[in-house]
């Protein structure tokens, strides 16, 4: 059962900065996540088993339309896994069809990203133009 957990560490933000921010980013997303709205969850297994753990959903300010959601993949790295917006997709585990999840795996498998699926589905929609 997913629980919510009453406190968060530094460490908790720290990680949660590293994950969501770029290069020389930090401190800035760290910034922000002080005044940002933030939850965290533990005992979560996705229906793939692709991530485990610990889940943090955070609500960025200046932005409460959008809530970044975090969990760790199976290496236990915190990754961000999709922005939840009015334009998020209805089925989290579904499939770009220009896009494919084999394409993003591969790029993963490479270090060519870090970015979760849906977020990396946007970034290759910019760099083609569609989106």
């Known amino acids: 059962m997913l629980m919510p957990c009453s406190s968060l560490t530094a460490g908790d933000l720290a990680e949660i900065a590293h994950a969501t921010a770029g290069p020389g980013e930090i401190q800035g997303a760290l910034r922000m996540l002080s005044s940002a709205a933030v ?38 790295v915190l990754v961000a896994n999709q922005a939840l917006d009015k334009n998020a997709p209805l089925n989290v ?12 795996r591969y790029e993963v498998t490479n270090d060519d990203t870090n970015l979760g699926y ?10 083609h133009g569609t989106g």
């Open 39 to 76: 939850a965290k969850f533990s005992n979560f297994i996705s229906d793939k088993s692709e991530y485990h753990g610990d889940v943090y959903v955070v609500v960025w300010p200046g932005r409460p339309e959008i809530a970044d959601v975090l969990t760790r993949d199976r290496r236990g």
């Open 118 to 127: 849906w977020e990396w589905v946007k970034s290759m929609r910019v760099v």
């Open 93 to 104: 585990w579904g499939e770009d069809e220009q896009f494919p999840r084999e394409d993003w």
